[in-house]
């Protein structure tokens, strides 16, 4: 019998040490871009060097965030609602995801090597039916009325940066 239903967050951090060619794209594509964007909140007088001395001060640089967040958006359809960095157990990349979220962890003008982002990918709800020695098993299934006829499982690693997002008890 499920226990509920859970959204999973899955969070990716990309900086100068990430090697796919995937992440690197997304790298350099966001670094670009925040050297653009970051203009808007510098002062040619007194340049402020990073994106934390941006934000402190400027509390309105937060939408750097999402501004920065559409250089990366290009790279991340190339994944067609898939999280392939998120095996489950057999080795398979089958996790959906329905939404994301970036964030710029910290980031330089002066230095590609400070630039580190975040990508957080949030899952549909599914059917969480239990958690066995340190692994979710789960249902991609919607329709779970009929539970004597079975339903096909997905076994997940409890891992870092892997995270129930939301949780509605059955």
Known sequence: MPQGQVRFAFRIVI???SRTAWEKYIWESTYQEFLMQSQLYNNKNE???TFKEILSKDENAEKL?????MAAHPYILQWKGKIYHLAD???NNFMPFNNYQMDIIDSSIKDIKAHEIGITFYTPLV??????????????????QNL?????????KLQPRLSVAFYKPS
């Not at 965030?65 to 967040?69: Q, W």
């Not at 004597?148 to 997940?156: I, K, Q, R, V, Y």
């Open 89 to 91: 157990n057999l080795g």
């Open 127 to 144: 059917s969480l039916i239990d958690i066995w020695d340190g692994h979710y098993l789960i249902s991609l299934d919607e329709h779970l």
């Open 65 to 69: 965030h999402f501004l920065v967040s």
């Open 148 to 156: 004597s006829e079975g339903l096909s499982t997905m076994l997940f």
């Open 47 to 49: 340049p402020l060097l």
């Open 15 to 17: 900086n100068q040490h």
